[in-house]
């Protein structure tokens, strides 16, 4: 009996992706151990942010969900190279995500792992504060008003 493999059948479908294809060679060698310490250094990697953000809640447990939303970023080649990036130095960029916004919202985990486009929203800068220098100036003085009791 002659075993069958996914490019065979996607090179005999009248509808071939060549995308699709691409991806598939582009994915890692998926192996228990790889999966499992990329989920492993993903977490430490949010709950080291957590703690020198107190305001960002820690990962306690990983759900069903989390873990399916966790794999197919594990599959995401820029996601794989830039995740620790992204927590540990362009998070801390934005007050935006740290709840320095109208909202008072704030980055989650689950907000994070939610999509494929999240994190690269962070990377290009979109949650950047562009602050004016009259703003900044108004900012002080509030502060200096407050010091003084005001």
Known sequence: M???????????????????????????????????????????SWNELA???????????????RRNRIRNLFYDKLFR??????????IPKHPFLLGENSFKWLVSFDWLIANDFNYVKILEGKYKIVVTEAEKIKRRAEIMKKARGG
């Open 51 to 65: 703690s020198k953000y107190v305001i960002l809640s820690k990962v306690l447990k990983l759900t069903y969900e």
């Open 81 to 90: 190279n830039e995740y620790k990036k992204v927590l540990l130095e362009e």
């Open 2 to 44: 002659k075993k069958l493999f996914l490019s065979d059948i996607l090179l005999k479908t009248e509808e071939f992706d060549t995308k699709f294809l691409e991806k598939i060679k582009e994915s890692p060698q998926e192996t228990g151990e790889d999966y499992k310490q990329f989920e492993i250094d993903l977490v430490n």
